[in-house]
């Protein structure tokens, strides 16, 4: 189990003034679905860049925690009490992918050259690396990883290079792919390369059952899919819940993701806040009256 932690941010854009995050309190435990709905421009996107490690964010105040406990990443690493909770604001992107945190974007980058395959087992075996180089006892010595970066890279080195060889990651990826009733031909084409947007997204999909973060945060994973292929992404993120034990916060503006991915909390995201949280009722009554009327709940004015 894991639990992510907001509390108080406050974040602005990191060239200039300009407030987002004005106090966003919120905790997403692993096995759980919240919904964060809001207007274009309440935060609900910078709130998951944030948690990710964005650098185009500077966080002024409050916190971003992690809570582990002693057996979040099985027997393969020892948590001691003193590594059960870390402040995500103190490490980069990549440390906090090891740690568990997952970002799926709303528009996936295309990269020619690089398969499938070949990322996501890079990828994973990254996420190996530096997660084991985390929880290692310090010695006295400088880390020598920012100098170096990863030995494997989707371009160049060795073809087994890395914890999760050639053989095993093809075994990992026919499951995954089979869990989300994915067509195997996907793992040799490009990433994302003259993928349809419904592919993209499902691709995300695939990444966060590759890596099995504990917290996958998902902005608006569901735009612009067709009924049919939305159905094949929300099997996908249910799977990850129900297969994988993942916390899932799905950002999103409309109510008809949810009537596939069920959440168990929704949180409504007003200037830079949480302005209201329910359950999936609450996600039902804003698609009948829009966000006017909680605006005026909760302020006295639309």
């Known amino acids: 189990m894991a ?29 759980e679905i919240h919904a964060l709905m809001g207007p274009n421009g309440s935060g ?27 057996e979040e ?13 870390w402040d995500l604001l103190d490490l980069e992107p990549n440390e906090r992918a090891a740690l568990g945190i997952f ?12 398969t499938m395959t070949n990322f996501l087992r890079t990828a994973l075996n990254a996420k190996i690396e530096e997660r084991e180089e985390l929880f290692e006892e310090e ?16 371009m160049e080195g060795p073809a087994d290079e890395g914890e999760v060889g050639v053989a095993e990651f093809q075994q990992i990826l026919q499951e995954k792919m089979e869990q989300l009733d994915m067509d195997e031909k996907f793992a040799q084409r490009y990433l994302n390369a003259g993928f349809s947007g419904g592919e993209k ?26 009924i049919d292929r939305l159905q094949d992404v929300s099997e996908g993120i249910n799977a990850l819940r129900d297969e994988q034990g993942t916390g ?41 009256k829009g966000y006017d009327w909680v605006r005026e709940d909760v302020y006295g004015t639309a």
Do not use: C, W
């Open 201 to 226: 997204k499902q691709n995300e999909v695939l990444q966060a059952a590759i890596l099995e973060p504990s917290i996958a945060v998902l902005d608006e994973i569901d735009s612009g899919l067709d």
């Open 103 to 114: 970002l799926g974007f709303q528009y996936p980058a295309e990269i020619e050259g690089v």
């Open 44 to 70: 609900k996107s910078t709130t998951a860049k944030v948690i990710a490690g964005h650098p185009a964010y500077e966080v002024t105040e409050g916190e971003v925690l992690l809570h582990l406990e002693d």
């Open 73 to 85: 990443f099985g027997e393969d690493i020892e948590i001691d009490e003193d590594q059960r909770t």
């Open 248 to 288: 899932i916060l799905q950002i999103t503006h409309y109510q008809r993701i949810l009537d596939y991915v069920e959440p168990d909390h929704v949180h409504v995201m007003l200037d830079g806040q949480i302005a209201k949280s329910g359950g999936p009722e609450l996600a039902e009554k804003l698609e009948d």
């Open 139 to 154: 010695e006295g010595e400088e880390a020598e990883e920012e100098d170096e970066g990863f030995e494997s890279s989707p």
């Open 3 to 31: 639990r992510l932690e907001l509390s108080n941010l406050h974040a602005e854009v990191a060239e200039g003034d300009e407030k987002i995050l004005e106090g966003v309190d919120l905790e997403v435990e692993s096995g």
